[in-house]
């Protein structure tokens, strides 16, 4: 395997971020993730001056996307995606996603789940065996975050940690450490059945239609 570290992490995700960009066309309506790889998407959508209308998963995307020109209009408004782009923190080899790690999974999993692709962006730091080691992100009510915590624990996680910042949406954010997650699936239904629990940032790999990897010498794609 490629290893990303042997050039500038931003130089990678730069070149995966603009890669995707490549699959939005005139006339499409476009899902705009989070983070510091699909920041270069958005950059890259911006040069490109393509008319197309964009859901934004964060206010930071939102502020940047109109800075480049683009039309941003609410998930609402849109009602339906023809392609989503966003990053990850983790991809399995069945392109499960951990994402979450900038707190806006919530969001993210909503425009992700409008769109008709889903393709995620990312450098070869973020290919794992097992998802797990950077931590599952959760969204949380502030009305009883230690009992929702205490609900995380007796699934398997080892520490919640909370976020001193709260998400877009105004909840806690938090991180639970499970170690290597043998069952996303399972655990992303366990996660989801919490009250409390707004949202988690394990995200199925059906939803996902490739992943573009930037390495050291170039760019490839996965898909299932």
């Known amino acids: 395997m490629l290893c990303a570290m042997s050039v500038p992490a931003s130089a990678a995700k730069e070149r995966a971020g603009r890669h995707a960009a490549g699959y939005a066309r005139d006339g499409m309506r476009v899902g705009l993730g989070t983070g510091s790889t699909v920041h270069f998407t958005i950059v890259a959508l911006g040069e490109a001056g393509l008319d197309i209308t964009c859901a934004a998963t964060s206010t930071s995307t939102d502020g940047l996307a109109r800075s480049l020109g683009l039309t ?27 994402k979450g790690g900038g707190g806006a999974h919530t969001r993210e999993k909503v425009v992700a789940e409008m769109a008709d692709r889903f393709i995620v962006v990312v450098d070869e730091s973020k290919l794992v065996d097992h998802l797990g080691p950077f931590g599952t992100p959760i969204e949380v009510l502030p009305f009883a975050p230690g009992v929702v915590a205490a609900r995380v624990r007796a699934l398997g996680a080892t520490d919640v940690v909370f976020r001193d910042q709260p998400s877009d949406n105004g909840n806690l954010l938090a991180d639970a450490h499970f170690g290597p997650i043998v069952d996303p699936g399972g655990l992303a239904t366990e996660l989801a059945a919490i009250p409390g629990l707004v949202e988690h940032g394990l995200f199925a790999g059906t939803l996902v ?14 898909t299932h």
């Open 72 to 98: 941003v209009v609410t998930p609402d408004e849109v009602g339906h995606l023809d392609i989503a782009i966003d990053g990850a923190d983790e991809v399995d080899p069945a392109l499960n996603l951990t």
């Open 209 to 222: 239609e490739r992943v573009v990897v930037a390495g050291a010498d170039a760019v490839r794609e996965l």
